[in-house]
């Protein structure tokens, strides 16, 4: 193992408990319907991306805000079992932890019922003061925006990549969008917050407007990117799709940890979309990201 798989992220956002059921369509009519497959297993944006960063061989931290139930047991022993660092998964008495109920049709499609305790209280002044020692990258999701924004100031001062998962919904006020220095959107989410379909469009006036690095993540699509001075599409891994939950929280997390590694942006995503195509091959949600040695070699092997 190389120096640069050693590399550090800190995770924040959301953390859940996903009861995942394999159906050969999914249900249209309020009726009784019966699944093929079934499995209880964590997500959340920022949870998934933690484990995919561990999976990869990099060292993180998580921090989420969870219940005093059993669910938040269940959360954190997974989390711990993957090698995820949960010194700031933190329980607040009173208040349930977060779960979905996830289906999952035939052509790897999903639908996602989540429930997310509004009594979690948002303020994030129990975050650490500074980023902590050995941190190259953090990244945010937009489900705990105060978290994000508060660890993304700690990034900033200590001039290391601050990457926001810029999925539904994205806030379009406050600071947390102008404290990012990378903004991956999911497509959903980025004509969400613009208004129209036009992600091109909506990317250059973003970057403009934050002058932050910016993408839009297309699944099988691609990844179309906007910098300073460059802009551009990288095509997807062509594979055949089992199952997409959690693909793109474990590219977000493979994209955070190699910018940790010190990879370009370009780089960066390659190596994330590899990361994804190498999920959706698999059922199972974020318990099928990839390993390092996994990874290099699909790399190797689609060169």
């Given at each position: 193992m190389t120096d640069a798989v050693l590399s550090s992220v800190f995770c924040v956002g959301h953390a859940v408990q996903d009861f995942v059921f394999a159906v050969d369509t999914l249900p249209a009519t309020a009726q009784k319907h019966r699944a093929t497959g079934f499995d209880s297993v964590g997500g959340g944006p920022a949870a998934s991306a933690a484990v995919a960063v561990a999976r990869l061989g990099g060292r993180v931290e998580l921090a989420a805000r969870v219940g005093d139930d059993n669910v938040a047991a269940m959360i954190a022993e997974e989390l711990q079992a993957y090698g995820v660092g949960c010194h700031y998964l933190r329980r607040f008495s009173g208040c349930r932890s977060s779960v979905s109920s996830v289906m999952v049709d035939g052509r790897g499609e999903r639908l996602i019922v989540n429930y997310l305790d509004p009594q979690l209280p948002a303020a994030a002044d129990w975050l650490p003061q500074r980023l902590p020692d050995g941190i190259r990258a953090v990244l945010g999701d937009t489900r705990w925006a105060e978290g994000a924004a508060w660890m993304f100031g700690r990034a900033l001062e200590a001039g290391v990549p601050a990457v926001l998962d810029a999925d539904l919904p994205v806030p379009r006020h406050g600071e947390l969008l102008q404290l990012a220095s990378h903004l991956a959107f999911s497509a959903a989410g980025l004509a969400d917050y613009a208004g129209h379909d036009d992600y091109e469009a909506a990317l250059h006036h973003i970057a403009g407007a934050t002058g932050a690095w910016c993408c839009v993540t297309l699944?099988?699509?691609?990844?179309?990117?906007?910098?300073?001075?460059?802009?551009?599409?990288?095509?997807?891994?062509?594979?055949?799709?089992?199952?997409?939950?959690?693909?793109?929280?474990?590219?977000?997390?493979?994209?955070?940890?190699?910018?940790?590694?010190?990879?370009?942006?370009?780089?960066?995503?390659?190596?994330?979309?590899?990361?994804?195509?190498?999920?959706?091959?698999?059922?199972?949600?974020?318990?099928?990201?990839?390993?390092?040695?996994?990874?290099e070699q699909f790399i190797r092997n689609s060169g």
């Open positions: 699944g099988a699509g691609g990844v179309f990117y906007v910098a300073a001075n460059d802009s551009g599409h990288i095509p997807a891994f062509a594979v055949d799709s089992v199952d997409t939950l959690g693909a793109g929280d474990i590219w977000h997390g493979a994209f955070a940890l190699a910018l940790g590694e010190g990879r370009s942006e370009l780089q960066a995503i390659s190596f994330a979309s590899a990361a994804a195509a190498l999920k959706v091959q698999r059922f199972g949600g974020r318990g099928a990201a990839p390993t390092r040695a996994e990874l």
